[in-house]
């Protein structure tokens, strides 16, 4: 184990961070896309300086499954979904950008001082990736609430998803089945919500999910 | 005890950020006509604009108060003593036991106080309206720049400069991603500090969306030259900043260091200066202007890596 992958796992990771505060910065779809899929390039990096970090080989495996699934084969189709949905404008947000992004750093500090306690005895470059990872699941959750559009949410979805596979390759021996059954479920997902998404659109002709709370009575 | 080389080499380092500064200007504008396939003015026009300047007759408002006549001297020599503090070619010069991060901050907060006072002494509404553009601004950069600040200071065990160059220099840090952040946030810092492109034009007379330019409106004559300077010498001192904090090689560890160890020093120093100002021309080539009213949010990221750096700090510290 060299000094130097443990640094690019770290490097990658925090950058996957910074991603993730991009994904909230973020106000158009196609820069939300592009986001995405540079969030799951990064990924597919990391993955690989682990796998060498820890002479793990079916860890490559799953960085190849990241870079071709989540970086290019997913938000290609995105970008077809957002073309042919002719959503390609402006995402209205709940709460403004600046705040969101103080949300954002809250939920970062709150991952890192959850993680580092309960970590003591780990790796230090297992701690890391396990704040980092707990942190870039927290952003993705918090993309899903701020943003009405259905798109921009299924993207906090996948960005959650992201970290959860950070997390699970940053502790050793995550058996391939794993790693295979999660990508194939969220690829599964993601062809249910891409349906849904037109569903949603043919019955209210808009992707804006308020417009099911109002379907349910739930506003005004 | 200072020495007579002490004092030479922290001369010569006073009149070089002097000197220099007009022509890194000159450059960076050269490498913007560079990019629009414009032939662009002569790298001595910044000298040239300055001499014009100084010749010319100072004008001022009939209800000027005394505050419009002394804000571009605060306003430049504020400048200047942060620009002498900063270590460009050699640390451990004179005065450089009082070069704390912190008080550079303070020096340039101080030379935007006096410009944003000057700005609304004579009551127009131009001059109002680019002091509170400018205090807005300020008051987003700040923190940013304290949160970079004490990433550093964590880093060193000091927010003195000379120190923290000393620990760069011994290569006490490494690759650090929180050291990266910290350079994206002070990057959005400077560029907003010197009211550079996305944040401010600084070729512009005409918009309503300026703020420095606004400020200085009422300006003529030597006091506008003095001004101008100021904002040459402020970019050369932020750029040197970013030098000397992230990229402090080929330094020299101080005077006594030799000739040899000085001209290298400063050799470097140039390098890394033209290096800067070609990334600064061509990042404001390719970007177009922010309204003012996205600028907040682009500081607010700033302000969010520095953020960052300092809780990643801590993750791989432990607490």
Known sequence: MSGIDIELARLMATLMLVVSFMLLYQ???????????????????????????????????????????????????????????????????VIGVGTTMLFGLAVTMLAVLVVLPVTETAAALTREDLGFALAIVLLGLLTMISRRNAVSQVIGFMSLENGLILAA???????????????FSILIAFIVVGIFLFRIRERFDSVDVHALDRFRGELP | MAGLIDIFAQGLEMLLVVGLAPLLVGWVRKVKAHVFRRRGPSLLQPYRDLLRLFSKDALLAENASWISRTAPYVVFAAVWVAAALIPTFAAGLVFHWAADLIAIVGLFGLARFALAVAGMDVGTSFGGIGSSREMLLASLAEPAMLMVVFTISLFAGSSQLASIVDFVLAGGIGIRPSLGLALVAV???????????????????????????????????RHLAMIEAAAAVKLLAWLSLIAAIFLPFGMAPGPHSGFGAMAVGLLAWLAKLAVLATLLGLFEASIAK?????VPEFLGGAFALGVLATVLLFVSRGL
């Open chain 2, 187 to 221: 990057a959005i810092v400077a560029i907003a500090e010197n009211a550079r492109i996305p944040v401010d034009n600084p070729a512009t007379h005409l918009e309503l969306t300026m703020v420095h330019e606004a400020m200085v409106f009422e300006y003529s004559g």
């Open chain 2, 290 to 294: 922010m309204r003012v009213f996205r």
């Open chain 1, 27 to 93: 106000d158009r779809l196609a820069g939300l896309i592009n986001a995405y899929a540079l969030q799951s390039g990064l990924l597919a990096l990391a993955v690989a300086a682990q796998a060498h970090a820890q002479e793990a080989p079916h860890l490559y495996v799953t960085a190849l499954l990241a870079l071709v699934v989540k970086g290019l084969a997913i938000p290609l189709a995105l970008h077809r979904i957002v073309l042919r949905l002719g959503v390609h404008r402006e995402i209205e947000k």
């Open chain 1, 169 to 183: 390759t940053g502790a050793r021996g995550m058996p391939l089945v794993v790693e295979v059954s999660v990508a």
